[in-house]
């Protein structure tokens, strides 16, 4: 069995930053993309960013500039470096991976159960 867990979260003021953590523990042969949601309250969850397994990144125009996402595909492990953070930042993040759990299965897409982070003066 495969589980994602978040870390990182908590408040933080305007202008500050944050490194949330992804993790991918259990049964795993593989890992293909991790990818980061976010969602606030009240919204809908929208996506921020995708590392792919060779390390190729994309995200969403608003978070250009100030998120970065890494791995450590060692540690089956994403990162999200979060900096210049606006209160329009504040919501809850997840994590979900395309996981290979066994050598006859195929990638399923797993989700973390999210870490809070608030901005906030």
């Known amino acids: 069995q495969v589980q994602l867990v978040e870390s990182g979260g908590g408040l933080v003021q305007p202008g500050g930053s944050l490194r949330l953590s992804c993790v991918a523990s259990?049964?795993?042969?593989?890992?293909?993309?991790m990818s980061w949601y976010r969602q606030a309250p009240g919204k809908q969850r929208d996506m921020v960013g995708t590392?792919?397994?060779?390390?190729?990144?994309t995200y969403t125009d608003s978070v250009k500039g100030r998120f970065t996402i890494s791995r450590d595909n060692a540690k089956n492990t994403a990162y999200l470096q979060l900096d210049s953070l606006t209160p329009e930042d504040t919501a809850v993040y997840y994590c979900?991976?395309?996981?290979?759990?066994?050598?006859?299965?195929?990638?399923?897409?797993?989700w973390g159960r999210g870490t809070q982070v608030t901005v906030s003066s």
């Open positions: 979900n991976a395309d996981v290979k759990s066994s050598r006859v299965t195929t990638y399923r897409t797993y």
């Open positions: 259990g049964t795993i042969f593989g890992v293909k993309n």
């Open positions: 590392i792919t397994s060779s390390g190729n990144t």
